[in-house]
């Protein structure tokens, strides 16, 4: 069974930098796609970033795009999120997230696993 733990999550001044990790145990990391996906107070969960099973490709969401950077180690079994120049509108718990499928998504219905979330706080 497939289990997500995320560390890296803080306290940061807008502008600021963070880099989230996610543990992934199992034996099929590499067949697995990951995602990243957020959620902020008394908003729905939104995705942020998705890259496949080989690391090959990745998908990202627009408020992502040019800033965040995902990426995987699929020897060590895990899944990282860079996060430069942070805003203030970047505040939200991240969470990890696999899916039984090669191929990168943007739709949290497809995943499957889940890790418990890392809060992020960016101060301006």
């Known amino acids: 069974q497939v289990q997500l733990v995320e560390s890296g999550g803080g306290l940061v001044h807008a502008g600021g930098s963070l880099r989230l990790s996610c543990v992934v145990s199992?034996?099929?990391?590499?067949?697995?796609?990951m995602g990243w996906f957020r959620q902020a107070p008394g908003k729905e969960r939104e995705f942020v970033a998705s890259?496949?099973?080989?690391?090959?490709?990745?998908l990202y969401a627009d408020s992502a795009t040019g800033r965040f950077t995902i990426s995987r180690d699929n020897a060590k079994n895990t899944v990282a999120l860079q996060m430069n120049t942070l805003k203030p509108e970047d505040t939200a718990v991240y969470y990890c997230?696999?899916?039984?499928?090669?191929?990168?998504?943007?739709?949290?219905?497809?995943?499957?696993?889940w890790g418990q979330g890392t809060q992020v706080t960016v101060s301006s």
């Open positions: 997230a696999g899916r039984e499928g090669f191929f990168v998504s943007r739709h949290n219905v497809l995943y499957a696993v």
């Open positions: 199992g034996r099929t990391f590499g067949s697995y796609a």
């Open positions: 890259i496949n099973g080989d690391g090959s490709t990745t």
